[in-house]
């Protein structure tokens, strides 16, 4: 019977990413305990970040769900926070604390349309349209 290895919740999260991501040597996890409990930070490389974070953030927040049962065995809550090569991070809590699933920036800003207005259009019926208009007549300034 093989031995019991225990895995830390750092290794966890670096195996999980390795596997996911093209740039494997390039996976970097930092450990640091928190007011709220284990807080784990993750860097990859800039082109790897859409893999971690995946569609919506559903790869992001599998992996936190993952973190959620390995932390529950040995009782201790374990925050993910995805940290952007390019200097700022991507914290993922809420204000409650609880993890939240956050969007890669884009390299290019997205400008957005305004949407247009219509404006209505009224059909005039064709003997209102024929009829000519009533001739104005001007004032002269003597009454």
């Known amino acids: ?33 928190d007011e709220r409990g284990v807080l784990i930070q993750l860097t990859v490389n800039r ?28 009782e201790s809550r374990i925050n993910l926070k995805i940290v952007d090569p390019e200097g700022g991070s991507e914290d993922i809590r809420k204000e409650g604390g609880e993890p939240s699933i956050s969007e890669p920036k884009l390299e290019k800003p997205v400008t957005v349309a305004e949407p247009e207005t219509v404006t209505p259009v009224v059909e005039i019926p064709k003997e209102k349209a024929t009829e000519e208009k009533p001739t104005e007549e001007k004032a002269t300034g003597v009454f």
């Open 1 to 33: 019977m093989p031995a019991n290895t225990e895995i830390t919740d750092q290794e966890f999260v670096e195996s999980i990413v390795k596997a996911i991501v093209d740039h494997p040597d390039e996976v970097v996890t930092g450990r640091t305990l």
């Open 47 to 74: 082109e790897d970040m859409g893999k971690v974070i995946g569609r919506e953030g559903r790869t992001a927040k599998a992996i936190r769900s993952l973190l959620r049962v390995f932390g529950a065995r040995s």
